[in-house]
């Protein structure tokens, strides 16, 4: 049988990890007032997951949206990828943070079981002389969640640092440091916010409200910038869908678009992104509560969590 020559497809959201991401907005996410911030309202995942299906077909139309609509900001297209990925990782990090301890005990088991094939698929390459052996004199032993930690993050380290030259000479493969990583990561974050208590749980539910609301503002903007270039040809649902497609209730007939009338539709949020919180909420307490209950049962699926 011949071989599938497969090439995975760029992703749309670059090659940037979700905690870099986050840290690139975290600024404006801390700007935002608080009388523009939303109730999440929907599956937080899947609406960022539609924003990765989305962003390649209207990078198509990004030349025309310029063109037809100068004065339209063109970053709630060059930057939506970043606001999604920034809101996975916010989300992921208030789920892990409000989750019982027992929560992290299958991620450092699985941690530990990793550290180990990578120790001894490090120690061999290391006997045979195709890496260096020093960094592994400095782990710290599978004991404990911070020392599980920094062994993975040592660990990928050595081998990303030797990549090239012991790749198909080891067992250890390209998914698997990618995992360590991403282990390490939420190990990170977990234990982080475990030592913090309850106040950094609320920060971080106060930063995954925030999060939300910037991305569903640049997504709305988009949308309709979308159905102003695309108003002919009617396809603007199967480019763009709402992230609310779904959910009830009868579509209104729109009036046809003109630049004056998008104008003044882009100057607020898209209405049916959720209810204002209360500018006398500044920690946006109003929307945690109200996004709480059906934001922890979303699904933690797709493309940035396994």
């Known amino acids: 049988m011949a071989e599938i020559d497969f090439t995975p497809a760029e992703s749309p959201f670059g090659d940037q990890s979700l905690a870099d991401a986050f840290e690139n907005v975290v600024g404006e996410l801390e700007a935002l007032a608080p009388q523009t911030l939303v109730a999440i309202n929907l599956d937080v995942m899947s609406a960022v997951n539609t924003a990765a299906g989305v962003i ?27 606001y999604a990925m920034a809101l996975a990782f916010a989300h992921t990090a208030h789920l892990v943070a409000s989750q019982p301890q027992d929560h992290l005990r299958p991620m ?3 941690a530990v079981r990793l550290r180990e094939l990578l120790v001894a698929d490090a120690t061999t390459l290391a006997k045979r002389g195709l890496i260096s052996g020093d960094g592994l004199q400095n782990l710290k032993g599978a004991n404990g969640y911070k020392n599980v930690q920094a062994d993975l993050q040592m660990l990928v380290h050595v081998f990303r640092a030797s990549w090239d030259s012991i790749t198909g000479k080891c067992a250890t493969t390209e998914s698997e440091l990618a995992r360590a990583e991403k282990l390490v990561s939420w190990l990170i974050q977990a234990v982080g916010l475990r030592e913090q208590g309850p106040a950094e749980i609320a920060k971080s539910g106060d ?7 910037l991305f569903v503002k640049a997504y709305g903007d988009l949308r309709r910038a979308v159905s102003y270039v ?12 709402s992230l609310y497609q779904g959910r009830g209730g009868r579509k209104k007939e729109a009036p046809a678009p003109t630049a004056d009338r998008f104008q003044a ?15 006398a909420v500044p920690d946006a307490a109003a929307a945690i509560a109200a996004g709480s209950a059906s934001s922890n049962a979303a699904s933690t699926g797709g493309p940035f969590v396994s």
Do not use: C, Q
């Open 56 to 82: 390649p077909e209207v990078n198509r139309l990004r030349d025309k949206i310029v063109a037809d609509l100068p004065s339209f900001d063109i970053r709630s297209l060059d930057r939506l990828g970043e």
């Open 108 to 110: 450092f088991e699985e």
């Open 230 to 241: 695309r108003w002919n040809e009617g396809d603007v649902d199967t480019i763009i869908p």
């Open 207 to 213: 930063l995954r409200v925030r999060a939300f609301s």
């Open 265 to 279: 539709a882009t100057a607020e949020p898209d209405a049916a992104a959720g209810a204002a919180i209360p500018a």
